[in-house]
């Protein structure tokens, strides 16, 4: 196994065992999208979908097959994932297409003449710098149409806790509580945390998020005041 074998397969290990509470947070996604496409007006086009970090798509493959998407645009900076991200997600009935890129580029570059609908991340963006975060929200906004919905899910810092402190609650998490995961699946976790995970303060992400333009809403919160799940519309 090469290292980016072993690194997924480590993040597989994490998700299998469910010590990211992925299960509940896709079920909050479930509903969010659900009444999402509920509420949306008769006759309005099958949206269209991008995935910003959409890595494997082991755990958003079932949702994915559900939806009624016009189209969907899985883009991730690690290439190698994409083609497990189409294996994952098997035949559905909208075009998909798959982009090496990074995050903060698609949202640099000039919108297309088609606004984005639905724009998912899920533990990605958390690890771009604070700027970078700032920068994100406000250019990926011009890609949203009017009535688009943002899903935001990842790792954030409960207000007023700084890095080194959410680092160390972090690794103490998975010291005590991964137990199912032998010490060295847990080091590279610990390593790659410490080294690039930059959870964004919850309460001054959210201001950013207004400032540029968005009106936020907490959907879902994790038992670990870490992972938690935003909706981002326009204001
Ligand atoms: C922890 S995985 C999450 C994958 C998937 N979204 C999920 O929830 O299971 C993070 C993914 O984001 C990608 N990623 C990290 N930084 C990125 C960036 N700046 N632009 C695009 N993708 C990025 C990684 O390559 C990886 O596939």
Known sequence: MDFFDRQWATYRAVVDHDLMQ?????????????????????????????????????VMAPLLRGLPLGTYLGVDLSGPVLPRAAAALGPVPYPCRWREQDLLAWAAAEPGTEPVDLLH?????????????????????????????????????????????????????????????????QQPVIDHLSQFDFPADRDAI??????????????????????????????
């Not at 201001?207 to 540029?212: G, N, P």
């Open 22 to 58: 992925h299960r509940a947070l896709t079920a909050a996604l479930g509903q969010a999208l659900e009444a999402w496409l509920a509420a949306r007006p008769a006759g309005s086009a099958a949206p269209r979908m991008v995935d910003l970090g959409c890595g494997d798509l082991a």
């Open 121 to 185: 991340s899920a533990f990605a963006i958390h690890h771009l710098s604070d700027d970078d975060k700032a920068r994100f929200l406000r250019l990926c906004r011009r890609h949203l149409a009017s009535n688009g919905l943002f899903l935001w899910a990842d790792v954030f810092r409960p207000p007023g806790e700084d890095r080194p402190a959410y680092v160390a609650r972090y690794v103490d998490r998975i010291r005590s509580d991964w137990g199912v995961l032998a010490p060295e699946q």
């Open 206 to 235: 959210r201001r950013t998020a207004e400032a540029c333009g968005w009106t936020w809403q907490w959907l879902w919160q994790g038992d670990h005041r870490a992972e938690a799940l935003a909706v981002l519309t326009a204001a």
